[in-house]
């Protein structure tokens, strides 16, 4: 920190001007007790974005009943995967892999002209605390990455509506950008393919199902692109890969509330596989970047379970490609171009 030459002496000290890259990732509770899973999933089930049912109507819903008894659920739920020794989640543990990785090679590119540090938009570290940070270390410019491959009202958009509520809190606001979809990029694609392959040791299996997380049908017709990226990925993927067109199938998990979402669901499709004589599948998410509970409890959990009882004998989950080093040369590559002007 440092005073400006010409300033007079009660001028307050200022960080040299950096440029600030902040990836942010969906979040996570901070513990699985009854009182943290309480906070965590009422600031996530109060967002708009996910839940767009006026409050007057939602709210004593959420407030009586769904909290009432789903922290204990879903606290269960965590306490399978928990990593106990750092006493966080796995997406926390992968997102700091992911951030590790990822400073490495800008300090490599940059220097330490570029910070690269990491939010959630539900739960800890926030992001208002973490651009508040960025900017009293000096960062006039921000380049804001959500780590969410496909486009979606509930994911991007709402990560981007936090950035730019945290910015309006800065007194002294840093220019900024925000990272567009890079679902049909071509690197990503290689990436994806890759993982594939060394998780299925080159063989090609009678099917492949890409899960991807469900929303609502309605946000598909409101507009939402979120169920076309995902075909899209999955057919790129299918080409990369040089597979027939049928080996992939696309699906949608986590379906929420009574309304019809985005078809066909994972937990009835692999069980229908099974029953057609497809006993042997594997299943990957290609639009996490980081394995959480969706795919380490759910995936794992109850869609391998529906599949095994509907008569299905072998079941092989593909990791989410996390902190592989083809995975932060993607990003490496998308912030560097997102940066073009700024270095």
Known sequence: ???????????????????????????????????????????????????DLPSWKWQPIL??????????????????????????????????????????????????????????????????????????????????????????????????????????KQTRQPASRTVAPYFDRPDYIAALAGSVTRALNGVVPRKLVASYHGMPKRYLMQGDPYHCQCQKTSRLLGERLGWASDVIDTTFQSVFGREEWLRPYTVEHVAELAKKGFTEIAVISPAFSADCIETLEEIQGEIREAFIHAGGKEFTYIPCLNAHSDHLDVLTTIIAENLGGWM
């Not at 007079?8 to 960080?15: K, L, N, S, T």
């Not at 890259?21 to 089930?45: H, I, K």
């Not at 006493?87 to 400073?103: D, H, Y």
């Not at 800890?124 to 960025?134: A, C, F, I, K």
Request: one cysteine or more; a positive charge.
């Open 1 to 51: 920190m440092t005073r400006p030459v010409t300033a007079p002496a009660d001028h307050p000290a200022i960080a040299p001007p950096r440029i600030g890259v902040l990836v942010a990732n969906l979040g996570t509770p901070d513990g699985t007790d009854y009182w943290s899973m309480r906070r965590y999933l009422n600031e996530f089930l109060s967002d708009k974005r996910v839940i």
């Open 63 to 168: 407030q009586g009943i769904v909290l009432s008894k789903r922290p204990f659920s879903s606290g269960a739920n965590y306490k399978t995967i928990w990593n106990n020794e750092a006493n966080e989640s796995p997406l926390m543990t992968i997102t700091k892999e992911q951030v590790a990785g990822l400073r490495e090679r800008a300090h490599a590119l940059w220097g330490e002209r570029v910070m690269v540090e990491f939010c959630m938009r539900y739960g800890n570290p926030s992001t208002e605390s973490v651009v508040d940070r960025m900017v009293k270390a000096g960062c006039d410019r921000i380049l804001f990455l959500p780590l969410y491959p496909q486009y979606a009202g509930a994911t991007s958009a709402t990560a981007n509506d936090q950035f730019f509520r945290a910015l309006m």
